[in-house]
């Protein structure tokens, strides 16, 4: 029964430590995570306007808007993103996620993303897509999206610019090919 009580108040030490480093490193990681929030999305940034056009023809804007993951998302699930997307009822997306985080295996990685508003819409994008490109395609059949991703290894990261570029010009190139804009045309 002692192991108990002591164990129980070992984790409370712990809490209160927690609690006294938090309150004086918290403002320093809210702005480092800011920071670094920024810079993701300025890079997004930069990869995608150059190619406003090009998106713009698949669904019809080039108005990009950030987007992330909120912190109780985050606590909610295993995974987390910071995306840059463009479009209203099929959006294109460009990500960077952290997948499995709750694995000892999670990943880093990059994505160019469609995403429909409607299921009759997902399901002729992603038979297209998954015909024609086979398992190169991700589909998430409860969120109606498709999805090209690439694993950021630790080498990477000094070209990770280039590397989304290179995603985002072939996702471009895929959804070019199997005509995507009349697909989501024909099913309104």
Known sequence: MRKAKSESADIQQLRAALVREGLSTYPKAMQAIAEF????FEMLKRVAEPRATAISQLVGSKEFEPESDEVDD?????????????????SFSLDFFWADLDRPSATVGISATIWCDKKATFEKVAKALQGRYGDQIVTDDGDYWCSQEKPIQ?????????ELGRLCDAWIRKLRAVDVRKLIRSAR
């Open 37 to 40: 929030r920024h810079e993701v």
């Open 74 to 90: 985050f606590l909610d699930g295993t995974d987390t993103s910071l995306s840059l997307w463009a479009g209203s009822l099929c």
């Open 154 to 162: 630790p080498e990477e990261i000094d070209k990770l610019e280039s």
